[in-house]
């Protein structure tokens, strides 16, 4: 089933998939052995004539195993997993000094894309707005902060495995360093109106070079 | 000895309209779900064509290629549309499907309301309405609610409820759109949307239906403590009366959160007031109303599948001819998901803006849920065990219900880890989960839980052969119909988006929506003969025996059919309601109410 996810070009972007395994083949064995045993039951233990089910009200022992084998199971689950998610949301973790800072606003049915500019500031005269096309070098470390003009709207990259909404009158801080140059989507996932379908940005990653080139191009020196 | 119950003769007005009796409310709950089951379904399909085929016009009603491309009238419908398209008025198809083309603004209010008109008016009513009414008295072994007026009560508000919600369809800018989780701003000002007062009837709507709740959950939780027959200690009530009892502390806590965010929202909305929305001037907070949705919303989730578990423990027992594997800790792990239900609402909100940190919280309280729910499917395989299993239609979806228990269980863990849930969030994937769990679990279990009591309800069989194709059809339908979806949500498909073929990334899967479109109305149309058997069957079904199943529980000491009062003496419970199969007996079943032996021992 795994097949089926996108391609990964983020650097974190392997742990979550990493950890998506692994709870792939915990349940899927866990949905064997449950449905093995139900299917076995139901054919050993058929009605058949002559003979009676027996009288059995539980086991105190096999309680206490179930419970704590799941227990463990999920501890040792979360365990793997609080890192992951700090890496990838919480903003005290993020690798410092990024290479570049844009802000990303969700408006009714577009993606405005703010580069402060040379001078790093937002809010100032060499601020560039570009809708729905957000360019970035490969293989640098970006920080968006993300915000909205109007209502809710989720800021995805599949290829990143990254996702957070964006909300009007918050500036929510994410970030992501892309490994491949290529274009890549950036659909909306939270509902955000009739538009919502279709909501739809890019992520352009470039190689330095040419990335330093579209610099150039834009805040010419 | 049935002497002593009222014989006086009622209209028809008070025995099947303003009906005081707990059963009558329990049959017009009944009804009224499996009504609003229909529409609900519906709506369901129109979006799948949209999904399947976007843009494309619907099957009978749309309009032919030919019309579209030359306007030339070829088919019925092109002369329905050609009449419409003439007339000065502006029609609601027109508005909403011109030329019985979906359109965005519909399908928004499409999904909401399938999901709104499933959760609020079809599970809920069904499971806690129906099955509770029925079942609470007869099975504790009382006359009636504590409460017979309240119970009425509930039983008109839930009507005025639906009413009211019917009427958003037909107002002008449509009904609500914004999801059923209502999410705000977009909600909460008319502007982002074009919805006006379909999303202020929505809100009114469920006010009144939360009413109707609380006002049933006071009742059963009265009824439950108070009224039960000599002998019926708490740890002699049969699981499904636990089940029930648990959800109505649930309901009589949760849905007064939802009542409170829904007035704020209509102030939002009528009033001017920002609770919800942060502009410049206002205080408000949008993730105001996620918490106080949530905070409802999770516990909401768990009043939908207790008594599904109920029932199936019921199913399971008789049918297997055993004893529950674990009474005891059966009720223990129902409490414990209830109480682990208050705290797990975060994880709706990983993604949402919510500090990082609570979301580790939130993941390690939601995985826990994990531990009660394992306890309970592991007993029902124990129940099974050494059993005596009969395959009769209710045992099929009593085994259906656990097997599809434990894909949405299994399938709930991907989401509760939440670095997975960063990609997983918002997609298919959750829908698929959220099926599994109150499609393939709670339906499935409403479905056996009809077929079994219905006997006792109708004093007639349901057709066991309508029923078996039931099932059959339903049961594959079911998961060729959800099980692609979490592949969809693998794939990264969104919900919510009306036409996926505006996305690159997900080309791949127009093949799939339209199986999952294929098996959708599949599924749709196996309940049509769910619904013909159940409305032919009450008047030509086969007549039943007052106790054709061979169960201890006290509703089928109570004559077929049941009499108002219930009980010509109210029966003395002499043990638990698992005595099957006991060694030493001659029969493999001992009713809680048969006085010859002396109290055993079962529960403890």
């Known amino acids: ?221 | 000895m049935h002497d002593n119950e009222h014989h006086h003769e009622e209209s028809f007005i008070s025995k099947y309209i303003f009906s005081l009796d707990h059963k009558m409310i329990g049959k017009q709950f009944l009804i009224y779900g499996l009504l609003m089951f229909f529409i609900g379904g519906g709506l369901a399909l129109l979006f799948r064509w949209q999904l399947a085929y976007p843009d494309q016009p619907l099957p009978v009603i749309g309009a032919s290629q030919q019309y579209l491309d030359e306007g030339e009238v070829v088919t019925g419908a092109d002369r329905m549309w050609e009449r419409i398209y003439e007339s000065d008025k502006e029609e609601w198809l027109e508005t909403n499907m011109p030329s019985g083309v979906i359109t965005p603004e519909f399908y928004n209010m499409l999904f909401t309301m399938h999901a709104t008109i499933m959760v609020f008016f079809v599970v809920v009513p069904i499971l806690v309405g129906a099955f509770g009414n029925f079942l609470i008295p007869l099975m504790i072994g009382t006359r009636d609610m504590a409460f017979p007026i309240l119970n009425m009560l509930s039983f008109w508000l839930a009507v005025l409820a639906a009413i009211v919600m019917a009427i958003g369809f037909f107002v002008p800018g449509g009904h609500a759109a914004a999801g059923w989780t209502g999410y705000a701003p977009l909600s909460a000002d008319p502007q982002w949307t074009g919805v006006e007062w379909g999303q202020n009837l929505w809100a009114i709507s469920l006010l009144i239906q939360g009413f109707s709740s609380l006002v049933g959950s006071i009742n059963y939780i009265t009824t439950i403590i108070n009224m039960r027959a000599p002998g019926m200690t708490l740890f002699r009530m049969p699981l499904v009366i636990w089940s029930l009892f648990i959800v109505a502390i649930l309901l009589l806590l949760a849905f007064p959160v939802l009542s409170s965010a829904l007035a704020l929202l209509i102030f939002d909305r009528l009033a001017g007031t920002t609770f919800f929305s942060a502009t410049a001037e206002g205080g408000g907070d949008p993730l105001l109303w996620q918490h106080l949705f949530w905070f409802f919303g999770h516990p909401e989730v768990y009043i939908l599948i207790l008594p599904g578990m109920g029932i199936a423990s019921e199913l399971i027992a008789v049918f297997s001819r055993k004893p529950i594997f674990g009474y005891r800790s059966m009720v223990y792990a129902m409490i414990a998901i209830a109480f682990l239900g208050w705290i797990v609402w975060g994880h709706h909100m990983f993604q949402s803006g919510m500090r990082p940190g609570l979301g580790s919280i939130f993941m390690t309280t939601t995985m826990l849920i994990a531990v009660p729910s394992a306890i309970k499917t592991f007993n029902w395989l124990g129940t099974m065990f050494r059993g005596s299993i009969r395959f009769t239609t209710p045992m099929l979806h009593g085994i259906a219900f656990v097997s599809m228990f434990v894909i949405g269980g299994l399938s709930g863990i991907y989401m509760a880890n939440t670095p997975v849930d960063i990609f997983i969030h918002d997609t298919y994937y959750i829908v698929a989960h959220i099926h599994y769990v109150v499609f393939g679990g709670s339906l499935f279990a409403i479905f056996g839980g009809i077929i079994f009591w219905f006997p006792k309800m109708y004093g007639r069989y349901m057709n066991d052969a309508l029923s078996k194709i039931h099932f059959w059809l339903t049961f594959i339908a079911f998961n060729c119909t959800f099980f692609p979806m979490h592949i969809l949500g693998v794939g990264g498909h969104m919900r919510r988006i009306s036409n996926p073929q505006q996305y690159e990334f997900l080309q791949g899967f127009e093949g799939m929506n339209i199986f999952i479109t294929m098996s959708a109305f599949t599924l749709g149309f196996a309940q049509l003969i769910l619904v013909f058997n159940f409305f032919w069957s009450m008047y030509k079904g086969k007549v039943a025996e007052q106790n054709p199943w061979q169960v201890n529980t006290l509703e089928w000491e109570a004559p077929t059919p049941v009499p108002h009062g219930n009980f010509g003496q109210i029966p003395t419970v002499y043990r638990g309601p698992y005595e099957y199969s006991v060694p030493g007996e001659e029969s493999d079943w001992i009713p809680q109410a048969q006085p010859e032996h002396a109290p055993a021992t079962s529960g403890d």
């Open chain 1, 1 to 221: 089933m795994l097949q089926w996810l996108p391609e990964n070009v983020s650097t974190y972007g392997q742990g979550v998939d990493n950890l998506f395994y692994a709870i792939y083949y915990l349940t899927l064995i866990v949905f064997i052995l449950v449905m093995g045993t139900l299917i076995v039951f139901l054919i050993k233990y058929r009605h058949q004539e002559g003979k009676r089910a027996d009288y059995i009200e539980g086991s105190t022992t096999l309680e206490i195993v179930w419970t704590a084998a799941t227990t463990v199971i999920v501890f040792v689950l979360a365990m793997f997993s609080y890192p992951q998610w700090n890496n990838i949301k919480s903003p005290t973790q993020f690798p410092e000094n990024p290479d570049v800072v844009v802000q990303v606003s969700g408006k009714q049915f577009n993606w405005d894309m703010t580069y402060p500019g040379p001078d790093n500031e937002f809010g100032t005269d060499d601020d560039l707005e570009l809708e729905n096309e957000l360019h970035v070098p490969v293989n640098a470390v970006v920080h968006i902060r993300l915000t909205s003009v109007d209502v809710i709207h989720s800021f995805f990259v599949p290829q990143l495995r990254l996702k957070q909404d964006a909300l009007p009158n918050r500036f929510i801080e994410v970030w992501f360093e892309a490994t491949k140059a290529g274009r890549y989507e950036i659909p909306c996932a939270e509902l955000c109106g009739f538009g919502h379908s279709g909501m739809l940005g890019y992520l352009n990653v470039h190689a330095q070079a040419d990335y330093d080139a579209w610099v150039q191009e834009r805040w010419p020196q």
